[in-house]
């Protein structure tokens, strides 16, 4: 069976591995479904996962505390540019970090074992991820829309629940996403590189980690220089009369002249407000290697024909009146979100019996052989999956109704629908590293335009459902990665991310209460809110039904489906060129987020393809390792400059201070 590894990306065989310093099974497996499963179970899993600590109370405590924290990260940059960032990386190096300083002074007895920074890391990656998203989209629109919140205790269940969802939603995902197809995951890869240098021991394991370190070093301070400096301008701004003048200097101001004077400022104004220049992040970059070469094309080919030709065209035209990303994604975005769509459900359906197998647990339930064979005794069974989905259902349903006078069959139908878009959006997210949430939570709000339109809050809610299940699957989905490559238990690591949360759900609802009082708050220059701003729009725009939505629009959404169904099934007509044909998913993608994205991700994948040619032994060594620091150092040094920045107001709103 082939698998989706991509020729341009780095291979690594995998080995058996007792100890920390092993090889990660990144190439992955080849075989039946069955002979995968076994062949990881024999080579990796056996000596680590049977043997070696996993889930123990100290890693959910510490989990569940840094969680806590970036949590608060997350929301606070969520509410100011309308996203978030996984915090698994972060989380384990601080931990480990932390750990290792209490063992030194003697506070803790042992070290942790890499599978309990696996576990850790769960934990800590639901209570800081995967319940805060849908609080800066769905609920902070609502807040928008109606100019009033929701009372905290119902705001509590809401959360509570569309996190179980979620989560329990990624049960059967796992077995067909990353036991069979093996998706990347980037992310994922990541974090294990990351543990098994911080872990590792024997020369070849140093050799990684050393690399590892000072990618990670040259990435933190590359983040500096672009976002740091302006913050050390404003803080000796605070002690001398004169400016220091250091944010002119940073990587983002002179790339930017720099491209203002070999275009001219007005072609660069005009062309930047589509997206279309060059905007440096290392991070990108790494995952554009850890990705590979086939994916990140795609992204970039198709980034280019939506935002150098599509949008020019269209702006001309006078269909497109705003010249801001923010304005003109409200018209990409259908045509890509439909692509993604169509060929995430039709690639579910022609690999039927793979999914099937996902689910061969609930018929097990019901039946008199009880017999487990020895990857059911470890994998999350699918009764979790069954319980957590009706009982949320259940829930949801009840304070969807109980609330919005959402009729019941209404609910149903968007935990149904939640579960068909989750499947996309944890494709696109192995795939690409990118889950599009609001794609996914715009489907919804197109369908229930449809059957109820006028009720705005109910199109909002509804959609909420999708998005957060979409977040939460595709989070847990990137963190099982991790433990799949490390050999850890699935079922013990699906325990630590359920224990995060309770305390992402407390932390999170909280403290959106502490910095979002009321909505006078939202659409200003401390809280722009970018994401509630568009769900808000998007639901006013859909209150009078599909009528409402322009021809473009409509014709976006049919051909992007077509498209969608054509890239899924090029590779069952020409499956010996399959790794040379364009992903559907990243295809999609593209039209959702900047164009400079797509680019810096072509750059990373080319270059991880190139090395691999030129020197394959040194790419098979170092490609993951290098990107996996440069992604972790990057996002430790941005986590510290939001601190830096926001911080205390951070402190004083959560503490009632003006």
Known sequence: MKTESDPGAPQTPAVPATSNDFELPIAGFQGTPEEIERQWFEQVYKGRGDRMAQLTWRAVLMGGVLGAVLSLTNLYIGLKAGWGFGVAITACILSYAIWTALC??????????????????????????????????????????????????????????????????????????????????????????????????????????????????????????????????????????????????????????????????????????????????????????????????????????????????????????GTGFRDIVQWTLWGGTACMVSSGLLSMLLQWRSAQRAFRGLGKMFSKNKTVDEMDAIETPTSWFALGQVVSLVALAWLAHATFDMPWWQSVLAVVLSFALALVACRVTGETDTTPIGAMGKVTQLTFGALNPGNVNVNLMSANITAAAAASSADLLTDLKSGYLLGANPRKQFLAQFAGIFVGTLATVFAFAALVPNASVLGTDQFPAPAAQTWAAVAKALSHGLSALEPIKLWSILLGGILGVILSLLPLMFPKKQNFLPSASAFGLAWVFHWYYGLLFFIGGLLGWWLTRKAPQRAEEFTFPVASGIIAGGSLMGVALIFWENGAMIVKKLLGIE
């Not at 609920?139 to 969802?165: E, G």
């Not at 050393?210 to 302006?230: H, Q, S, T």
Request: aromatic fraction near 10%.
């Open 104 to 321: 030194k002074i003697r506070i803790a007895r042992t070290p942790m074992t890499i599978l309990e920074n696996n576990c850790m890391q769960s934990t800590a990656s639901s209570a800081g991820y995967s319940t805060g998203g849908t609080l800066i989209s769905a609920f902070a629109a609502y807040i928008i829309l109606n100019n009033q919140s929701l009372p905290i205790p119902l705001t509590l269940a809401w959360i509570f629940f569309l996190a179980v969802l979620g989560v329990t939603m990624a049960v059967p995902m796992k077995r067909q996403m990353i036991n069979v197809e093996q998706l990347r995951f980037p992310s994922g890869v990541a974090a294990a590189e990351t543990l098994r240098a911080l872990h590792s021991h024997s020369g070849k394991g140093m050799r990684a980690a050393k690399a590892l370190g000072i990618a990670g070093v040259l990435a933190a301070l590359d983040k500096f220089w672009a976002e740091g400096l302006p913050l050390v301008d404003k803080l000796f701004a605070k002690w001398f009369q004169w400016s220091t003048k250091l944010a002119e200097f940073s990587s983002v101001e002179l790339i930017e002249k720099a491209q203002v004077w070999l275009l001219g400022k007005d072609a660069f104004t005009l062309w930047s407000g589509r997206t279309v220049h060059f905007s440096w992040d290392a991070i990108f970059v790494a995952a554009g290697a850890i990705t590979g070469i086939r994916v990140c094309a795609t992204m970039f080919v198709s980034g280019t024909l939506c935002w150098g030709v599509f949008v020019p065209i269209l702006q001309q035209q006078g269909v497109i009146a």
